[in-house]
C-alpha cells in the first residue's frame, strides 16, 4: 500500500488550490488514483494527497529506464534507423541540434579540465560520462538509487554517492556547474534541494535544471494523458513561473529557458491517448517509439517550442550572491 498525506503547496505553502485531474500510473501501473491541484498564489501543479517521503521508493520499479541500461533494447531497431539518419552530414548534424536540451553551447564552451560538475538525479551517469570525454572535466553524481549507482560504476567507472542531494558531503561553493535533469519533479521538499544546490555552487556557477513544462501545449490538452505528468512519480510540476521563482528565493537567477524542440512527449501522449496506457505487451510503445511519427510530428513540435509551449524545458540559472538565499 502505498500511503499519501494532505499537503501545502510545496513552493509557497499556501493552501488554496484548485483541482485539476485524478490520474493513474500508465506507464508502470503502480498504486491506484492520484489527485493534482494547481496553487493559487504560486501557479505550481502538484500531488495532493501527496505520496510520504517513506514511500516514494515503491513509485520506481526494478526496471525503471533512468536507473538501469537494460531497458535500452526496447525498440533497438528504432534506435538502430536513428543512429543511421544521425550519420548523414547535414540532417544528422540539424536532428543533434534539435534533441540537445541540455548544457547551452555558451556555457558548455567554458568548460575545461579544471571545472567541476554535479549532476543531482544522474541515473546511471551517462550525461557525466558523456561530458567527462568531450571535455575532461571533474564529474560528480547523485542518486538515491543503489541499482543506478552500480551501473554507473560498472558502465563508466563512476563513483556516485547514494542518497539525495542535502545529505551528499560535498564543501561548499566547490562547483562550477550543477545540473538535475528531469529530478526537481520528483521531489516533495524544493527548497531544500535547491538551497543545497546553491550553497555548492561556486559564485557565477551555472544551475541547469530540466523538468515537464505545465504551460506545454500537450499539458493542457491531454490533461491526466499527458505523458510528462508521469503520474505517481511526478509530485509537482512546474510553469516557468514557479521555477523562476524557486530558484530565486535561493540567489539563483535565471538567464534563460531554452524550450525542446523532439515530439517525443506528444507521442507518449497519443499512446496513452490511443490505448490508455503503455503497459500491455500487444501495444507498447507502438506510438511512442515510432521515428516516422517522430519525424512526421516534428514541425509541429518545433512551432510549439518557439512559442515557449513545449513538454519540457531547461532552466539555467547562475549564482549572483554568496550565500544560498532563505525563505518561500
Known sequence: MIRTQKIPCNLCSSTDSTFLFDARDR?????????YVQCKECGLVYMNPQVVPEDTEKLYPADYAPHTTTGKKTGSRIRSLQNQIMKIPVIGHFLKYLMNVKIAKTIYRKL???????????????????????????????????TAGRQAKSSFGLDIFKGTI???????????????????EHISDPHATVSRMSSLLKHNGYCIIGVPNFNSFNAKHFKDKWYHLDCPRHLCIWTPRAITRLLEN?????????????????????????????????????LRH?????????????????LKKSDIMVVCAIKVSGESANGA
Do not use: M
Not at 506507464?27 to 489527485?35: E, P
Open 166 to 184: 542535502t545529505e551528499a558531503p560535498f564543501p561548499a561553493a566547490h562547483f562550477d556547474i550543477i545540473t538535475a535533469w528531469w529530478y526537481l
Open 112 to 146: 575545461d579540465q579544471n571545472s567541476r560538475i554535479l549532476d543531482v538525479g544522474c541515473g546511471t551517469g551517462s550525461f557525466l560520462n558523456t561530458v567527462r570525454t568531450d571535455k575532461g572535466c571533474e564529474v560528480y553524481g547523485v542518486d538515491i538509487s543503489e
Open 250 to 286: 535561493h540567489g539563483l537567477v535565471v538567464t534563460r529557458i531554452i524550450y525542446d524542440k523532439t515530439p517525443w512527449g506528444l507521442l507518449g501522449s497519443l499512446q496513452y491517448l490511443l490505448y490508455g496506457d503503455n503497459i500491455n505487451p500487444k501495444y507498447r510503445n507502438r
Open 290 to 306: 515510432s521515428f516516422l511519427l517522430w519525424i512526421l510530428f516534428l514541425p509541429w513540435t518545433i512551432s510549439v517550442s518557439l
Open 27 to 35: 506507464l508502470h501501473g503502480i498504486g491506484d488514483i492520484f489527485t
